[in-house]
């Protein structure tokens, strides 16, 4: 299996920062983290990829290694379709498969429906909608823009693990391998979350970012939609008007898993396989 290397890309004022896994000359396949995740998220799922594709893997503006915004205000679905547009552009591929977790399936359905219409050949939706419950909404702002601060990387540890619980279960490597690339210093010293708190401000100044139903109408890549069992952001109802419309995805639901599917139990990596091969 390949390596993971690092690539850092120019969008304007911004650094964009990638992970790498695979051969350049493989079909392209972008994977994009959720709200406050970074690229990494992936490394499981891009490792066993690599042997076939060639798997980029961005961290979102303000989260990761990539630059943060000088202002909250800025963080936005048009500012992530910008740098979107600015890594596809670095590679060049004619066609791509988009693999998108929460955050990056709406981004997905957004490129799909839109820039890179006829270029997005199969799109992975995972665990999100073109509608997000209130109740949810309200949740995931609330913790975004609360990180917390501890003192020490097995406290970090233990609220990632609590944090995350409904990510299902996952081998300790995988636990081990989240606080290594989900924790930062902050000026104090201390530790926190690897993102930005002020993303949280596009549920307060872009709250029609999150209602997609005329671009996921507007989808006719390939789509397969993978849902948690116990999932708050992808409402069952939800899903189920998604199989109705737009592409009419293929749909897998995985059980004592909410929000959300990790694609490292072999099941959802076989599933993603298949699909992205189709």
Partial sequence: MAQRTSAYIRSKDLELHVSEWGNRSSPFVMMWHGLARTGRDFDEIAEALSDQYFVVC????????SNWMTSGDNYSMALYCNTVMTI???Y????????????GGLIGIRMAAEALKGRIT?????DIGPEIPEAARRRIADYVG????????????EWLRTSYAP??????????????TSVRRTDNGRLTAHYD??????????PADFDTWPQYDAVEAKTLLVRGADSDVLAKPVAEEMLKRGPKPQFAEFHDIGHAPTFVARDQQHLLREFLAT
């Fill in 122 to 126: 199969h799109l992975v939706i995972n």
């Fill in 88 to 90: 596809v552009d670095h």
């Fill in 58 to 65: 961005p961290d979102t503006v303000g989260r990761g290694l």
């Fill in 92 to 103: 060049g591929p004619a066609t791509l498969r988009w693999v998108g977790t929460s955050m």
């Fill in 146 to 157: 609360n990180p917390p601060e501890h003192d020490t990387i097995r406290e970090m540890g």
């Fill in 197 to 206: 708190p002020a993303i949280a401000a596009q549920f307060i100044q872009h």
């Fill in 167 to 180: 990510f299902g279960d996952n081998p300790e490597s995988f636990w081990s391998r989240l606080v290594d």
